[in-house]
């Protein structure tokens, strides 16, 4: 049973920050495709960033960008999300996902859908 773990969620006032944490395995990690996806309360699943763990070349989505930055950690197979400037529409459940198999063009273009994904950490913003 393959899983990601997601950490670092919590509640928070508008403009403050947060990292979360997604641990993947070794062989979903190294060399893939790790995403985040942001789910607002009622409101679809979306992909916001991702990053291939070698060519180290972001994706954000619109809503993120020059707010939200990727970063990671080979030595624990763990990809961040540094949230700053969290506004309120910002809230909801946030899932790391990973696909050995997804393309290095879909992961750069913001089309990386996952295919492993963790439980998920809910972020509030008030």
């Known amino acids: 049973h393959v899983q990601l773990v997601e950490s670092g969620g919590g509640s928070v006032q508008a403009g403050e920050s947060l990292t979360l944490s997604c641990t993947a395995p070794?062989?979903?990690?190294?060399?893939?495709?790790i995403g985040w996806f942001h789910q607002a309360p009622g409101k679809e699943r979306e992909p916001i960033a991702a990053?291939?763990?070698?060519?180290?070349?972001?994706y954000y989505a619109d809503s993120v960008k020059g707010r939200f930055t990727m970063s990671q950690d080979d030595a624990k197979n763990t990809v961040y999300l540094q949230l700053n400037g969290l506004k309120p529409e910002d809230t909801g459940m946030y899932y790391c996902?990973?696909?050995?198999?997804?393309?290095?063009?879909?992961?750069?273009?913001?089309?990386?859908?996952?295919?492993?994904w963790g439980q998920g950490t809910q972020v509030t913003v008030s």
């Open positions: 990053m291939h763990t070698t060519l180290q070349v972001p």
């Open positions: 996902a990973g696909d050995p198999a997804a393309s290095i063009r879909s992961c750069t273009g913001g089309s990386f859908s996952g295919r492993y």
């Open positions: 070794r062989d979903i990690y190294k060399g893939n495709c």
